[in-house]
């Protein structure tokens, strides 16, 4: 499929860290079954410039590990729909991720992991908060979020430890 990933890095980043974010995010949408070419703009910060916009977005003031915004109100499992797409570019943009990577690694510390499985992990996260789907409760959906992140991290051969 002919996506398009958009990394923009605020804060030092290893290239290699953002070539798994693209791979995560593609692993995402495919596994989503996403057949039309979107579009999805990431954003690599530290946890001040999260929090900043956690604040002005969510008037939360705190910082975070990720943030989504959509850019459509889709349903878990609802496909973009061509008609969506950019006449210009012939994408659908979806929307657009905000990644602290000082709240990454930290998390990623605490978990006992690495911050590339840290990341992906976000960045999966994000992309199916960007299709619709919600972790606000600890009911059925949270669960739903949660096998789907699993199956596709596993996909990849990132393994939780």
Do not use: F, I, T
């Given at each position: 499929m002919n996506h398009e990933v958009t990394i923009d890095a605020w804060v030092d980043a290893p290239e290699e860290l953002g070539r798994q974010i693209e791979r995560s995010v593609l692993a995402a949408l495919e596994a989503e079954g996403v057949e039309i070419p979107c579009a999805v703009a990431v954003c690599l910060a530290d946890d001040r410039e999260i929090q900043a916009v956690n604040r002005e977005q969510r008037d939360i003031d705190r910082p975070t590990d990720v943030l989504s915004f959509p850019a459509f109100d889709l349903e878990p499992g609802e496909k973009p729909q061509a008609v969506w797409a950019d006449p210009d570019t012939g994408l659908v943009f979806?929307?657009?991720?905000?990644?602290?990577?000082?709240?990454?690694?930290?998390?990623?510390?605490?978990?006992?992991?690495?911050?590339?499985?840290?990341?992906?992990?976000?960045?999966?996260?994000?992309?199916?908060?960007?299709?619709?789907?919600?972790?606000?409760?600890?009911?059925?959906?949270?669960?739903?979020?949660?096998a789907r992140e699993e199956e596709i991290l596993s996909s990849l051969g990132i393994l939780r430890v």
């Open positions: 979806l929307g657009e991720m905000m990644l602290s990577l000082e709240r990454a690694r930290e998390q990623a510390e605490e978990y006992g992991h690495s911050l590339e499985r840290e990341v992906c992990y976000l960045a999966v996260h994000s992309v199916l908060h960007l299709l619709g789907y919600d972790h606000m409760d600890e009911g059925p959906e949270k669960a739903r979020m949660r």
